[in-house]
């Protein structure tokens, strides 16, 4: 089974623009999790999506997005970037069923997104 | 809000030693999953070994054993035997037991740069 696939690997942008971010999560997985990981505040979650809702909600504002497609492929959108928002960028997928069990999350190899 | 601690900001220990990297976190919740995963360099994270909050047996995973302390609310993890391919970032995780995708939102801390020296 393929694993969690993230592209593009690597960004760079400039500040004010957007960026789009795009994630396949394993086969027959519908959760898609993101996460923000940067030197300073190291790993903190975005947003949860699941057949195409977002449930959970990070604190982070409202430049950033995310969304989900009916085949369980999941972006993230940044919008008016800024200097701050460089990061590796992570999503991860799991079966997102039954919440009374345990769903292992795995991780994707992340956006690596530079801001200049 | 749950808060993950990690006190160790980096950490080496000698091949085939033995490791030990500390974990604490604070919480209200009651039932909750606690988690340590691997980073290596330019490389996937991957989930290292997993507790149950309600499940008093420490979490084991061939070298890898966790010593959980529920009450004292700590998550250390033991490496034993260290191998040159355990060379990684270590982050403890938390993750509550709940509906409405509380589930798949983990809580990390800051990380253990944990070296294995030949």
């Known amino acids: 089974k393929a694993g969690v696939t993230q592209t593009p690997r690597y960004l760079i942008k400039t500040r004010g623009q957007q960026v789009t971010l795009s994630c396949s999560p394993i086969s027959g997985h519908r959760s898609v999790s993101w996460y923000q990981q940067t030197p300073g505040q190291g790993l903190q979650f975005l947003f949860e999506y699941f057949s195409e809702t977002q449930r959970n909600k990070g604190n982070f504002p409202g430049r950033f997005s995310g969304r989900q497609f009916s085949n369980s492929r999941s972006e993230m959108n940044v919008s008016t970037l800024e200097l701050g928002d460089s990061a590796l960028y992570l999503c991860?997928?799991?079966?997102?069923?039954?919440?009374?069990?345990?769903?292992?999350?795995?991780f994707g190899p992340g956006t690596r997104l530079t801001v200049l | 809000a749950q808060t993950v601690t990690q006190s160790q900001p980096e950490m080496s220990v000698q091949e085939a030693e033995t490791v030990t990297l500390s974990c604490t976190y604070d919480t209200s919740e009651n039932n909750y999953y606690l988690f340590w995963y691997k980073q290596p360099p330019s490389r996937q994270m991957i989930l290292v070994i997993r507790q149950e909050a309600y499940k008093q047996q420490n979490a084991t995973e061939n070298r890898f054993s966790v010593n959980f302390q529920k009450a004292a609310k700590s998550f250390s993890l033991k490496i034993s035997d260290s191998q040159l391919g355990d060379t990684a970032m270590y982050f403890c995780?938390?993750?509550?037991?709940?509906?409405?995708?509380?589930?798949?939102?983990?809580?990390f801390g800051k990380g253990t740069l944990l070296t294995v020296n030949p």
């Open positions: 995780a938390f993750m509550k037991k709940g509906s409405g995708g509380s589930n798949y939102k983990l809580t």
């Open positions: 991860a997928s799991s079966l997102g069923v039954r919440e009374d069990l345990y769903n292992e999350q795995f």
